[in-house]
């Protein structure tokens, strides 16, 4: 965090003394595990130092920057409800808030979860928007082991609706690699992709067959022990990509050709 957003940053939090507003060390850690279910004083977190300051300072430089920004908005309202921590001075008060307000919006713009690209409300299903908010809340808040069944669930539902604009219906029973497969082979058979990317596109049946099994057998769809969550993030993130690739060949076939000067109007 560069000297000058730093400065501002332990103004508003009185953090910079290796204090955090009211917080002692257990009351922080439990602030934390009770709303967010973070453990805050963890090693990861402490690149500068073991403080309750210093921890705080090193979650924001590397947590996920739209969990960091939806926890500090939530630790300004904390602040704004403490006696003697605002400033006595209003204006003072409103320009700290401003500059709140900036940098956790920056914090947003930052994140590199490119959900949206991924995650479409594809159909009237009324389940679509609860899922991908649920989905979004687990990825945002590092639990991609916790957001994996879901994640799959996504997945059926996309491929499937793919399908069925494509009049390929498709068995309440069949697993997630098996629809992605009937699917990889449509967008062959109608070109949809080129001859460089479809070595690729073919590999992604082994990736979906692998979020199938974690799902099965790591994950919350039934009694298992979670799957690490590096591993997690690690086949989440390689769904993300594989998802938004196919929302832009979809897009892409969406889009009406433009009518030739060669064709006879009718």
């Known amino acids: 965090m560069p000297s000058q957003q730093r400065a501002v940053f332990d103004q508003i ?18 602030w934390f595990e009770e709303n967010f279910d973070i453990q805050i004083f963890q090693q990861r977190f402490q690149v500068e130092g073991a403080s309750k300051g210093k921890t705080l300072r090193g979650f924001v430089e590397v947590a996920e920057p739209r969990l960091v ?53 594809f159909s009237r299903d009324t389940t679509l928007p609860k899922l991908r908010a649920s989905i979004a809340a687990d990825l ?15 997945c059926v539902k996309r491929f499937r609706d793919l399908l069925a604009s494509r009049n390929q219906a498709v068995d309440a029973k069949t697993p997630l690699d098996a629809i992605f497969g009937a699917y990889g082979k449509a967008l062959r058979d109608e070109g949809a992709v080129s001859e460089f990317a479809l ?28 799957l690490d969550v590096s591993e997690a993030q690690f086949i989440i993130d390689s ?10 060949i979809e897009a892409s076939r969406q889009t009406p050709a433009e009518d030739s000067d060669d064709e006879i109007p009718f």
């Open 13 to 30: 939090f009185h953090s910079g003394g290796g204090y955090v507003l009211d917080f002692s060390d257990r009351t922080m850690a439990e």
């Open 69 to 121: 920004a939806q926890i500090l908005r939530v630790l300004w309202t904390y602040r704004c409800g403490l006696d003697g921590y605002l400033e006595p001075d209003p204006a003072t008060e409103e320009r700290l808030k401003a500059w709140l307000e900036q940098f956790t919006n920056e914090l947003e713009n930052a994140s590199a979860l490119n959900l949206d690209d991924a995650f479409k409300d």
């Open 140 to 154: 945002v808040a590092e639990k991609p082991d916790v957001a994996l069944d879901r994640v799959h669930t996504y």
């Open 199 to 226: 070595p690729t596109l073919r590999v992604q049946h082994k990736l979906f067959d692998g979020l199938n099994q974690a799902r099965n057998k790591r994950s919350f769809a039934h009694d298992n022990e979670l």
């Open 239 to 248: 769904v993300l990509a594989s998802l938004a690739f196919i929302e832009r």
